[in-house]
């Protein structure tokens, strides 16, 4: 290496960056250091995962037990949609969304409102801002309706061991989460203007909007790539772990006299869910590497901004390339951990 | 006639209940054929926004009409079962016909009926549905990527010899069942290598692909009367022998100038490309990756320390990281670590890359079969003086290994979708020769229909690669 001129060091990392991001979560310019680069790219890694497991949980817990469903028509459709998002590969789905899906939207000029208030167009979707006063009364109200609905749990938890009546937890917790807010907003000073999109001319032929919040349509085609990818292996976790629950528990529930809700939440879930998460859990992490393929679309994640743009422009590979995987392996190493923990947690203790 | 209390339909009134209900149904389904066939709306005096609810709410009454139990009628009692248990179901029913039905005429018109399938430029497209003559302009460029025309045949002749020398396990009498393993671990892929790396890419040294070829001949030949006892290391030493012979020792290099001269044109592995670079790069990939991970599976459950904690940090290591910066890392950062003369071609950098990446995989997935293992099986194995080996090879792996087909299944196809990302060294396989297509300047704005020919070549290969794992499983599962 040495004599290739090659130095080693990180000493790079404070030096300023000069170039420019188009979408970042933090403040940032060319006059931020590299590290900060970093961080952008992070940040950015981190909400398209987040984004991605959100809807891919949402489809895949669905379409999971859509599969289960004793209606032959929902069955296939399922399992048509399940075959065929499966065995695309998941880069292929991401160029169909943005270079053939997204590139038939409209222009800015000629979008027609969704709902009044979204925008969907080839230059991103746009969708009302929030603007907040005395924004951290209005978190911390959240936080103190989840620490007493942890209380609450806990409580009925108790109450249903010791003579067996049960609470609607999740009644009174969707309550909590209401009531808290509310207060926070009459007493609290909390407040909140909706800032809407609104159409704007650049130039002459050239429109953009403002006002609002515009997801770029590179994060579009990624989180939906990502999501309808990730949810068919969801799927299948979900369909394996209903499935893998004994037909006999089911029955024995029933025969004891648990209504249909009851069988599901109390015996079915409890124990289905043993064998959904780890999979599952294996699942995000999947995606969140998935996530990756971001760069072929330049999309600004941790890959294209850390290991594309500051890699080309300080020529540091080794530097870069090792803090890029290092970051990745840290991210799915501490889940990992996480999970194993949580998986003997929730493990029959047999003797 | 007894009294129709339509709220509970019941069975003495059954054909009452049932031809009303059949009438109500077909004229829902009826309506929403012809608004989206033939643009005809049948209750075009209504105002159009009850064009999907109404329908609807027409064939939900039907539904409802007609979910009678146990009405005797046999199509009936299946109908039932199937899609109407419910309201809510008749819905859902409802639901996903009607959007079928809507949905079919624009991807007809899209894919057949307003698409131009003639033509070999862009004007030739003037309909409104796809235009399959930019897929049939590109198609050689799609399947072969940048290799010249006029020796594609090479590509075709060696994927031919390869799929039947593949298919000879279906054929094998009984006699020779025993040495397919040996036949499709050691022979196979090195006959593989040999057609890829002599004929595929050409150049003078193709002499060397005959000797492959007769060193593999000769001992196959020789093999049948070697002593079982001592096959094992016979495959493994005796082709490489006499290929090492006969190029360095019978034939040496005034010969091999002969070769020359009539050798064929030598294509760089950059042109390669387009589906057959997919191939290649899976078949490689598939081929390395399962020894690997096999091994890799095995330490990690190893005794000794130092190979366990080894195969598990190597293990943790490839699985942890993205196979994006994996590439990236095998096309920036490997060649700096590598004498100054010395230069790796950068397809087999990248099969070496995706390989290790996967073996990974296989190799948690091995692992799960032989945990699942009841420790008796390798108790009886040991109880019987197995050595380590012995008991791996004829106890433990053919049990374990016949578990985990469905997750060597899966991890096989990962790979496979996984190909396309080598586009981030350069090459360009057939999701890399679209986005290159796209951009040409005679040919641009067919995005749609490049990634939907892609989308079908994709889903026929991994869809035929797990109905045929589903077969496998089936077959080799035991009752345990």
Known sequence: MENRGISFGYGFLSQESSFDVQFSLIEYDGSHSYFRAYLVGLLNTILVSAIGIIFATIIGVVVGIARLSNNYLIKRSAAVYVEFFRNIPLLLQIFFWYFAALRALPLPEDAEPILGVFFLTIKGFFIPAFIWNNLDVFLYSIIAAIITIFFVKNYARKKQENDGTQTPVLLISIALLVVFPLISFLVGGVSLKIGLPEIKQLSQTSYTFEGGIGLPPELIALALALSLYTATFIAECVRAGVQGVGKGQKEAAASIGLTPNQVLKLVIMPQALRIIIPPTTNQYLNLTKNSSLAAAIAYPDLVLIFAGTALMQTGRAIEIVSITMLTYLTLSISISIFMNWYNKKIAIKEK | ?480
């Open chain 2, 1 to 480: 006639m007894n009294n129709l209390n339509f709220l509970t339909p019941d069975k003495k009134n059954l054909y009452t209940y049932l031809y009303l209900g059949l009438f109500l149904i077909s004229f829902s389904i009826l309506d929403v054929f012809l608004n989206s066939f033939f643009k005809i709306n049948l209750i075009f005096f209504l105002p159009s926004f009850l064009s999907f609810i109404l329908p609807l709410t027409i064939g939900f009454i039907g539904l409802h009409l007609i979910r009678i139990e146990y009405s005797g009628v046999k199509s009936l009692d299946i109908l039932n079962k199937n899609i109407n248990t419910n309201n809510f179901n008749a819905i859902l029913s409802l639901i996903i016909i009607f959007v079928v039905i809507k949905s079919l005429p624009p991807l007809l018109s899209w894919f057949v009926i307003d698409a131009n399938f003639s033509g070999d430029s862009k004007d030739a497209c003037t309909g409104s549905g796809a235009c399959w003559a930019y897929i049939k302009t590109w198609f050689n460029r799609f399947m072969y990527g940048m290799y010249p025309n006029a020796e594609q045949w090479r590509i075709n002749l060696s994927f031919i010899s390869l799929a039947f020398l593949g298919s000879v396990g279906f054929f094998a009498s009984e006699k020779f069942k025993k040495y397919l393993t040996l036949y499709y671990v050691v022979i196979y892929p090195i006959i593989a290598f040999l057609f890829i790396f002599f004929f595929i890419s050409g150049g003078p040294v193709f002499f060397d692909f005959s000797y492959g070829i007769i060193a593999a001949v000769i001992s196959v030949i020789v093999g049948f009367f070697i002593p079982n006892k001592f096959k094992m290391y016979y495959f493994i030493i005796v082709p490489i022998t006499i290929y090492i012979l006969l190029k360095y020792v019978f034939f040496y290099e005034e010969l091999i100038e002969l070769g020359k001269l009539e050798a064929l044109e030598w294509v760089e592995t950059g042109a390669w490309g387009g589906l057959s670079l997919t191939f290649i790069v899976s078949f490689f990939c598939l081929i390395f990756c399962f020894p690997i991970g096999l091994f890799l599976s095995l330490g990690r459950r190893s005794d000794l320390p130092l190979i366990k904690y080894i195969s598990i940090g190597f293990i943790e290591f490839w699985r942890g990281v993205p196979l994006i910066t994996v590439l990236f890392m095998s096309s920036v950062m490997f060649p700096m670590f590598l004498p100054e003369d010395m230069f790796i071609d950068k397809l087999v950098r990248v099969i070496i890359a995706i390989s290790l990446f996967e073996a990974a995989y296989v190799a948690e997935v091995i692992r799960g079969g032989l945990q699942a293992l009841p420790r008796g099986q390798y108790d009886a194995a040991k109880s019987l003086g197995m050595g380590y080996w012995k008991m791996h090879i004829l106890v433990i792996l053919p049990q374990a290994l016949k578990l985990v087909i469905p997750g060597i299944a899966n991890t096989f196809l990962a790979l496979v979708k996984d190909t396309p990302l080598i586009f981030v060294v350069g090459l360009l396989e057939i999701v890399g020769m679209l986005n290159l297509a796209k951009t040409n300047p005679d040919w641009l704005g067919f995005a749609m229909e490049g990634y939907v020919f892609a989308s079908i070549v994709f889903f026929i290969i991994c869809y035929a690669m797990s109905k045929y794992s589903y077969n496998l499983e089936q077959k080799y599962k035991t009752e345990r």
